[in-house]
């Protein structure tokens, strides 16, 4: 894989952390929402990642040669999660059904904010990657002087 490639496989990790940062945060601040323009709660949503490969232009198809394309990661599709709501009680409440009961959002709140934490150091690892790559092309360019 060439130096350059690096940049375009982790500035894809980066987009696609940043997506799923934006579906967590979402899935957090609607933790409450008990009615919803489809009706009922709102549902967790979780992103889907692929690997997928880089459109090459002609010239860098021709440079390459044979070698293998680059693979970087996107988000596929924005899912949402099926699992069944969460119920609480509380009879004043304008969801409340007959027994007493709302249907709340199936969002654990912990559970969210590790999930948080985890795409946070992914794309903070990616960062890494970027600057210990251009350092790496500053170092080489220093050799040649």
């Keep these: ?7 375009d496989v982790n500035g894809s990790a980066m987009k696609a952390q ?16 008990t009615r ?17 490969p ?3 232009s002609l ?17 596929t599709k924005v899912i949402e999660d099926q699992s069944p709501f969460l119920l609480k009680y509380d009879p004043k409440h304008p969801d409340a059904g007959a027994d007493g009961y709302v249907k709340m959002p199936n969002i654990n709140v912990v559970s969210e904010m590790v ?13 890494s990657v970027i ?5 790496m092309i500053s170092k080489t360019f ?3 002087r």
């Design 131 to 135: 600057v210990t790559a251009k350092n």
């Design 59 to 75: 010239n860098n198809a021709m440079e390459m040669g044979n070698e293998t394309s680059t693979v970087g990661v996107s988000v």
């Design 115 to 127: 999930n948080i934490q985890e795409a946070s150091k992914s794309y903070e690892a990616n960062i």
């Design 18 to 33: 940043m997506m799923r940062l934006e579906v967590l945060s979402s899935n957090i601040a609607n933790v409450n929402v």
């Design 1 to 7: 894989m060439r130096l350059d490639n690096v940049f």
């Design 36 to 52: 919803t323009p489809e009706g009922g709660p709102y549902r967790r949503k979780d992103v889907i990642f692929q690997s997928t």
């Design 142 to 144: 220093e050799i040649g």
């Design 54 to 56: 880089f459109q090459k």
